[in-house]
């Protein structure tokens, strides 16, 4: 099938809701770090950047953050730069809203005071605001460590108005989220949002129980509700935002090929779909990367790529002024490339 031409998205407004701090650092920072701090010479172009790559399976993914985001973070100044560098990366994308899930339990594993990472992301935040880019952050909490750990760090963390919410992260086999209710209601009681990673590794029914059962309207992946009607219809009914990441589940193979990616599906489903690049690091495409290959791959139009941001500006945690400042925004923007939309 032919490609579209190449279309210069730098300039469009983008939202973006599904991002995890640790695998978003662009890769030339990450490897001029290990310089600085290690000595070590990394490769210009991991061997994962290869279009053809896919992880053999999740383990073997987990295992780079391991063995190139952790020992970064581990420097005195690891965090600092880390964060600085994804903000950064955002800004230059004109992302003007993101979400970004961190993992507090790295934190304190590392051997950080939590509050003072907690400053540094505040001050962070601060200088992306005068920079037109509004980041809200999230607790990702890893499924397998159980609810009695879930429950404590909800406690230690609901009253920060740095964290915007909770995301239940991590291994979804054998771990549905309606196992963490009484974390679930101890963050909604505090006023903070809940999102969950459903139907990314597990079947549609994982999906269901997150929006029937823990009443969460904000899911990660969800790309298998394309097999179960009832549960399109579900999300569509009870409004839930999906945040997809085509690459990511083409490259850790859950889902046969980027040509069968059901965003489109789920989208004339009705369902609020949106375009997420998960972990860039690793998986070698930021947001605008993202949206030029649903151009080039997929066929998708300007008009798609509208709705989707559009979708993600539409549930964002804004005022009223500035979501309707971002959405006249995005209106307003065209491509300045020669380019036939319908
Ligand atoms: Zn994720």
């Not at 599904?18 to 061997?47: K, S």
């Not at 790559?53 to 999740?58: I, S, T």
Request: aromatic share 10%; with cysteine; hydrophobic share 40%.
């Amino acid at each position: 099938m032919q490609e579209k031409p190449t279309i210069d998205l730098s300039q469009m407004p983008k939202a973006e809701l599904h991002l995890h701090l640790e695998g978003m650092p662009r890769w030339e920072t990450l490897r001029q770090a290990h310089r600085r701090h290690y000595g070590t010479e990394l490769p210009a172009v991991p061997y994962w950047y290869a279009a053809d790559f896919r992880f053999a399976n999740f383990g073997e993914f987990a295992s780079l953050f391991r063995e190139y985001v952790h020992p970064w973070l581990q420097a005195p100044s690891g965090y600092a730069e880390v964060i600085r560098d994804c903000f950064d990366s955002l800004i230059e994308q004109n992302i003007r809203y993101a979400e970004i899930n961190f993992t507090p339990l790295l934190v304190e594993k590392f051997g950080f005071s939590l509050p003072n990472i907690l400053d540094l992301l505040a001050a962070e935040i601060d200088r992306a605001k005068d920079r037109n880019c509004t980041i809200r952050m999230f607790a990702g909490l890893l499924r397998d460590r159980g609810s009695e750990e879930a429950i404590a760090w909800v406690k230690k963390l609901r009253s920060s108005p740095i964290i915007s919410g909770f995301d239940f992260q991590g291994n979804e086999v054998g771990w549905p989220v309606d196992r963490f209710l009484t974390a679930i209601d101890l963050a909604k009681e505090a006023g903070k949002r809940v999102k969950a990673h459903a139907g990314e590794m597990t079947g549609p029914e994982n999906i269901k129980i997150a929006v029937e059962r823990a009443r969460i309207d904000r899911i990660g992946h969800g790309t298998s509700a394309i097999q179960d009607p009832e549960v399109v219809e579900l999300l569509r009914d009870r409004h839930v935002t999906v945040e997809m990441c085509p690459t990511s589940n083409e490259r850790l193979k859950y889902v046969k090929s980027y040509r069968e990616h059901p965003i489109f599906d789920l989208d004339a489903a009705g369902i609020a779909v949106t375009v997420n690049s998960d972990d860039p690091t690793f998986f070698g495409l930021n947001l605008t990367d993202e949206l030029s290959r649903l151009m080039a791959q997929r066929q998708a139009k300007i008009s798609d790529l509208k709705r989707w941001t559009r979708n993600a500006f539409c549930h964002a945690i804004l005022d009223e002024k500035t979501r309707r400042r971002y959405l006249s925004e995005l209106e307003a923007w065209q491509p300045t490339a020669d380019v036939l939309d319908g």
